[in-house]
C-alpha cells in the first residue's frame, strides 16, 4: 500500500506524524524551558526565559489548532483496527482528553501573561504590548491553571505512551 499525506482507513498519513512529531518536538521544549524556571530567580535571565517559553508555547498552540483540524478532517485510523471496541473507544477518548488539556493548558499561560501585565512575544517577529496591568486574582488563577494541567498531562502521555508501546509489540487482536 502507497504512503499517503492524508490518513487512510489503516493508517496515519505523513501529514498527521508531521504535525504529531512537531507537537512532541514542541512540548519537550516547553517542559525543557519550563525547568529552567526553577534555577532562576527574578531578573532578566528569568524574563527572558518566560518570553521563549511563551513563543513556544504560542507555536505549540497553533500546532495543536492545526492538529484538530487535521483530526477532524481526517479519517482515525484507529477506527479500523482489529482491537476490542473498549480499547478503539478508549484511545479516541484519551486523545481528545491530551488535545483539551494541552490546548487548554497553552490558553491559561497565554491569559496568565496578559493577567500578569505582561506583554506578549513571539520570538523576534513581534511583540504586542501590555493590554493591562497586573489583576493579581486572575493572574493566580490561571498561573495555577497553567501549572496544575502541567503536571496532569504527565499520566495521560504515560497512558498513551504504554498504549502505542503495547500496540506496536502486539499488534492487533485477530477477534472482536
Known sequence: MPFSFRNTRNQYGLGGRILHWTSVTLLLTL?????????????ANRALLVK?????G???LLVMAM????RLSNLNPIRSYSI?????????????TIYIVVITQGLAG?????????????????ELAAVMDREEGL??????????????IYPLFAIHISAA???QLFGVLDDD
Open 52 to 56: 521563549t517559553h511563551a513563543s513556544w
Open 84 to 96: 476490542r471496541m473498549w480499547q478503539k473507544t478508549t484511545a479516541v477518548f484519551l486523545h481528545w
Open 110 to 126: 497565554l491569559l496568565n501573561l496578559v493577567y500578569g501585565g505582561s506583554s506578549i512575544a513571539f520570538f523576534s517577529v513581534f
Open 58 to 60: 504560542l507555536l505549540f
Open 67 to 70: 492538529r484538530v483540524g487535521w
Open 165 to 167: 508501546i503495547y500496540h
Open 31 to 43: 517542559i525543557l524551558t519550563a525547568d529552567g524556571f526553577q534555577d532562576l530567580g527574578p531578573g
Open 139 to 152: 493572574y493566580d488563577l490561571f498561573r495555577m491553571i497553567h501549572y496544575v494541567l502541567s503536571v496532569v
